[in-house]
C-alpha cells in the first residue's frame, strides 16, 4: 500500500472509531494487518503550529500592592497560571494518566490499542463511551481551542467534530512525541487542562476546590480532579453533579490500583473520605479586591484605563484588554497599602461615604509620577442607589482620576501656580510688585455678574488683601487681583499652556475649545474656573517639587510577562519642562500659603498657615476656593511627595460645600503627608537664584 493512500485508510479507520460506521469494522483489521504505522500521517515539527511548538496558554494577570506580595485583583478569562512539574504532587500526576491514558508512557502520540478498545466497546454498546484520545491528542486540541490570539470563530474550528480535524491532531500529535518528552508533553496537558468551575490548569483547579497548592494534593483530591477533566462542566462537585464527581473519583482510584501504583486498602480510604471542597475563588477585576480594602477599587480602576492607553499591549482597547486578561503577567503597582489606609482614614474623617459631597485625594512622589495612593468617599461598587443620588454611595466613576463622564471640580486659586510659573518664565522675578487693588477691570470682555460694563472685573476675597505685593505675598494671601493682573502682562495663553504642560488634562469639551480657541482671551483661567482632578493637580505640584521635571502619573513599579520577562511599560515617564530655577522660585513663593518661610524671609500670611506647623518639616502647597465656594482644595508638597484634596458634589456642581470644610482638607492633607513621610529625613528646598527672585524690573506698576 503507498503512502499516498494511507490518509485515506485513516480517514476511514477514525470515522469509523467516532461515528461507528459499519465500514470501519472492515478497515480497521485491514489496516493492522497491513502494518499502517501511524508516523507515515507524521507532520515534521518544524511545520507545526507557532503555538504547539511554544504554547501562548491564556494566563490570568495579577496585581500587586507596591510590596510585590500583597495581591490587590487578578485580570482574566481563563483562570490558569502554568506550574513546573515539579510543583505538582506526583500522586496528581499518576491520577491524571491513569483517568485519561493508562498507556501514555508506552505509545508515541496515537494509541492503536486505545482506538481498538474504544472502536470495540463503543459498537458493543451502540454509544460513544469511550474516547481513543491520548493525552497528547488531547494536548493538541486544547492548545489549538486556547489560543488566545485566535478568534472565537478560529476556536470553534480547531474543535469541531469531524475526520479532518482528528487527523490534523493525530498528524501533531506524532510530531510532538518525537520532539518533546513525556514529562513536557505531562506538564503543558496538566496546565492547560479545563477542570471545571472556571478553573484552567492544575494551579487553579487546586485552588479552586481545595485551596491548596498543587503540590499539596492528596490521594483523595487528586483522584477528584483527574476525575473532571471528562466532563468538567456536568462532573463539577461545585456548580453541578457532586454524585458524579464522587463516582468518577472511584473510577480514578480504580484505574490506579488496577496499574499497581496504589494499593488497594489505600485507595479504599481515599474512596470513603468525603469530599473535604474548600472552595475559594480567583478575584477578578476591579469589582473583585478584597471586601476589607474596597477603597482599593479606584486605583485598580485607574490602573485599568491607564493600561487601556498603553499601546505597548495592543493596537486598541480591545486588544489590550485581551493581552491584559490572558498573559499572565504580574504586575506590582505604586499602591502603598498604609499611606492608601491613612489616606481614606483622612478622607472620610471629613465626609462619611453617604454624604453628597465627596473629597477626592491622590498623592503623587515627584521625581518618578508613582501614585502611592487614591482614595474617596465612596464604595466601590456597581450597587444601584437611591433615586437622583449618581455617585453615593456607590460608584465606579473615576472621581479621583477624572474620565468617562467625570470631567473634575474646579479648583479655585491653586492655578495662580501656573500663572506664577509663566511670569517667572517670562522673567519676571518674584520680587515683582503691584498695588493691587480690591478690584480690577481687565480688558478680557465677559457678560453676566463677573461684568463691569462688559469687562471681567474680579474682586479679592477681602478688602484686607488690597495694597502692596509681590508673587511671595500675594501667593501666600491668595490675592486674586494680583494674579489677575499679572495674567494680562504676561498673556493669558501663556498660563493655560502652562497648565497643560504641567499635566492638567482640560476634559470638559467647554473647557478644551476655550484653550484651543480662545486662550488669550481666557483670562479668568488663573482664578481656577476650569475642571481638573486631585489627580493631574498632585502632578502639577509635583513638578515644582522635583525642580521643574514633570512625571506622567504612573500606578506601575513592574511589570513581568509570563516568562519572567521585565517589560518596560510603566515605567517613569519623565521630562524636563521647566527651567530648574524657575521651578524652585515658585516652589519658594509656595511655602507662604502653608505657614513656612521662604528662603528669602518675605512670606508675610497664608491661606493655610497651620499645615506647617502640623507638618515639622519644609513644606509648600496652596488652597482655592471656587466661585462661591461651590468646591474647595488644598494641596501640599515637599521634595519628596505631593497630595492633592478636593470638596465638592459629583453629582451637582451648583450645590457648594461652604468655606467651612477648608480647615479639614488642610489638616486631613497634613497628616497624610505626615503619615506617608515618617521615618523619612526632612529635606529642604533648594532656594533660587537672586535672579530668578530678586532682579529688579524697573517696571513698578500701579492701579
Keep these: 500500500m503507498t503512502r499516498a493512500i494511507l490518509p485515506k485508510v485513516f480517514t476511514v479507520l477514525l470515522a469509523g472509531t467516532l461515528a461507528g460506521l459499519a465500514l470501519a469494522v472492515a478497515a480497521l483489521p485491514a489496516a493492522l494487518v497491513y502494518g499502517i504505522g501511524f508516523s507515515a500521517l507524521s507532520a515534521p515539527y518544524a511545520d507545526l503550529p507557532n503555538t504547539l511548538r ?21 485580570f482574566y478569562q481563563e483562570d490558569r497560571v502554568d506550574v513546573p512539574l515539579d510543583e505538582v504532587a506526583p500522586v496528581m500526576r499518576q491520577a491524571i494518566i491513569a483517568a485519561e491514558d493508562a498507556r501514555f508512557h508506552e505509545h508515541s502520540g496515537v494509541d492503536l490499542r486505545g482506538i481498538v478498545r474504544a472502536f470495540t466497546v463503543n459498537q458493543r454498546d451502540g454509544a460513544t463511551r469511550q474516547g481513543a484520545s491520548t493525552l497528547t491528542m488531547q494536548y493538541v486540541r486544547n492548545v489549538l481551542s486556547n489560543d ?30 518525537r520532539e518533546l518528552t513525556k514529562d513536557q508533553i505531562l506538564t503543558r496537558y496538566l496546565n492547560i487542562a479545563y477542570f471545571g468551575a472556571g478553573a484552567y490548569g492544575i494551579a487553579a483547579a487546586s485552588k479552586r476546590y481545595f485551596s491548596v497548592s498543587p503540590a499539596e494534593l492528596t490521594l483523595a483530591q487528586a483522584a477528584l480532579l483527574a476525575g473532571l477533566v471528562r466532563s468538567p462542566n456536568t462532573d463539577d462537585p461545585i456548580n453541578g453533579d457532586a454524585d458524579s464527581a464522587t463516582a468518577r473519583r472511584g473510577y480514578v482510584l480504580d484505574r490506579l490500583v488496577e496499574s499497581g501504583q496504589v494499593p488497594p486498602d489505600v485507595a479504599d480510604r481515599a474512596r470513603a473520605e468525603p469530599l473535604n471542597l474548600r472552595p ?15 477603597d482599593w477599587g479606584f486605583f485598580c480602576d485607574w490602573f485599568t484605563r491607564w493600561w487601556n492607553d498603553q499601546q505597548a499591549f495592543g493596537s486598541s482597547v480591545d486588544e489590550r484588554q485581551r493581552t491584559l486578561r490572558r498573559g499572565g503577567f504580574t504586575i506590582v503597582t505604586s499602591l502603598d497599602p498604609a499611606v492608601q489606609r491613612a489616606t481614606s482614614e483622612q478622607v472620610r474623617g471629613v465626609y462619611s461615604t453617604a454624604s453628597r459631597y465627596a473629597m477626592p485625594t491622590a498623592v503623587v512622589q515627584p521625581g518618578t509620577g508613582r501614585v502611592l495612593a487614591m482614595a474617596v468617599n465612596r464604595t466601590y461598587s456597581v450597587a444601584a442607589n437611591p433615586p437622583g443620588q449618581k455617585n453615593h454611595p456607590n460608584t465606579v466613576n473615576q472621581l479621583v482620576a477624572g474620565g468617562g463622564t467625570i470631567v473634575g471640580y474646579q479648583a479655585g486659586s491653586t492655578f495662580k501656580l501656573f500663572t506664577m510659573l509663566a511670569a517667572l518664565e517670562a522673567g519676571l522675578p518674584l520680587r515683582t510688585e503691584y498695588d493691587a487693588p480690591s478690584r480690577i477691570v481687565t480688558d478680557y470682555r465677559v457678560s453676566g455678574e463677573a461684568s463691569c460694563g ?25 490675592v486674586n487681583t494680583y494674579f489677575v493682573w499679572l495674567t494680562e502682562r504676561i ?22 475649545q476655550l484653550a484651543r480657541h480662545g486662550a488669550r482671551e481666557w483670562g479668568p483661567f488663573t482664578l481656577g474656573v476650569a475642571a481638573t482632578t486631585p489627580l493631574d493637580l498632585a502632578g502639577a505640584y509635583a513638578t515644582v517639587a522635583a525642580e521643574g521635571t514633570w512625571c506622567a502619573p504612573t500606578p506601575i513599579t513592574s511589570i513581568t510577562d509570563a516568562t519572567g520577562r521585565r517589560v518596560s511599560a510603566g ?40 499645615l506647617h506647623r502640623q507638618l515639622g518639616r519644609p513644606v509648600g502647597g496652596k488652597t482655592g476656593s ?23 458634589n459629583p453629582d451637582d456642581p451648583r450645590d457648594a460645600v461652604g468655606p467651612e470644610v477648608q480647615r479639614g482638607l488642610v489638616d486631613s492633607v497634613g497628616e497624610i503627608l505626615a503619615f506617608a513621610l515618617r521615618g523619612q529625613p526632612a529635606r529642604d528646598f533648594v532656594p533660587p537664584g537672586e535672579a530668578t527672585a530678586l532682579r529688579v524690573t524697573g517696571e513698578r506698576a500701579g492701579n
Excluded at 471681567?456 to 491668595?478: K, Q, R, Y
Excluded at 498673556?491 to 469639551?509: K, P, Q, S, T
Excluded at 471656587?626 to 465638592?648: C, D, K, N, R
Aim: charged residues 20%; glycine residues 8%.
Design 148 to 177: 488566545p490570539r485566535l478568534s472565537e470563530a478560529q476556536r470553534a474550528a480547531a474543535t469541531e467534530v469531524s475526520t479532518a480535524r482528528k487527523i490534523q491532531e493525530i498528524r501533531y500529535a506524532l510530531a510532538l512525541e
Design 454 to 478: 462688559g469687562y471681567w472685573c474680579p474682586e479679592n476675597a477681602s478688602v484686607s488683601m488690597s495694597g502692596e505685593h509681590d508673587m511671595w505675598t500675594a501667593f501666600g494671601e491668595s
Design 54 to 74: 511554544t504554547p501562548p496558554t491564556a494566563q490570568r494577570s495579577n496585581l500587586y500592592a507596591k510590596d510585590g506580595t500583597t495581591l490587590i485583583t487578578s
Design 280 to 294: 475559594s475563588e480567583t478575584p477578578n477585576d476591579c469589582t473583585a479586591v478584597p471586601e476589607g480594602h474596597n
Design 571 to 610: 515605567q517613569p515617564d519623565c521630562r524636563q519642562v521647566l527651567d530648574v530655577d524657575v521651578a524652585r522660585a515658585a516652589a519658594d513663593a509656595a511655602r507662604c500659603p502653608v505657614g513656612d518661610q521662604s528662603m528669602y524671609r518675605t512670606c508675610d500670611g497664608g491661606t493655610a498657615s497651620a
Design 626 to 648: 471656587s466661585e462661591g465656594y461651590g468646591t474647595e482644595t488644598v494641596v501640599a508638597f515637599t521634595p519628596q511627595l505631593a497630595v492633592a484634596a478636593m470638596a465638592a
Design 491 to 512: 498673556g493669558a495663553d501663556r498660563v493655560v499652556e502652562m497648565a497643560e504642560r504641567l499635566g492638567i488634562v482640560l476634559r470638559a469639551e467647554g473647557d478644551a
